[in-house]
Nanobody, 121 residues
Framework: QAQLVESGGGLVQAGGSLRLSCAAS????????MAWYRQPPGKQRELVAS???????NYEDSVKGRFTISRDNANNIVYLQMNSLRPEDTAIYYC???????????????WGQGTQVTVSS
């Protein structure tokens, strides 16, 4: 079993910055791909950014140049640095991780509890 715990959301004015963190914990696990998703009010959840263990990254078009995803493999943490925030970035942000169990090599997909980001105009 594993657990993802997010932090760093909040209220910010347009043009401001926030940094989200997501820490994965568990016994004898290996974290492969990690990602951030978001779900704006009344809309479906969408991929914001992803990062492989080798730190290859991918971004949704609207956040390119503004958001940066990074990770700390030693501590199983993924970050999302969000700059130049816009009101349309308002959403619940969810961390996602593919967790591999060392003893079996089986993997499961885990989600964090979500953290609210609100950008005021």
């Amino acid at each position: 079993q594993a657990q993802l715990v997010e932090s760093g959301g909040g209220l910010v004015q347009a043009g401001g910055s926030l940094r989200l963190s997501c820490a994965a914990s568990g016994s004898r696990i290996y974290i492969a791909d990690m990602a951030w998703y978001r779900q704006p009010p009344g809309k479906q959840r969408e991929l914001v950014a992803s990062i492989t263990r080798e730190r290859s990254t991918n971004y949704e078009d609207s956040v390119k140049g503004r958001f940066t995803i990074s990770r700390d493999n030693a501590n199983n943490i993924v970050y999302l640095q969000m700059n130049s925030l816009r009101p349309e970035d308002t959403a619940i942000y969810y961390c996602n991780a593919r967790v591999v169990y060392m003893d079996s090599a089986r993997s499961d997909n885990y989600w964090g509890q979500g953290t609210q980001v609100t950008v005021s105009s």
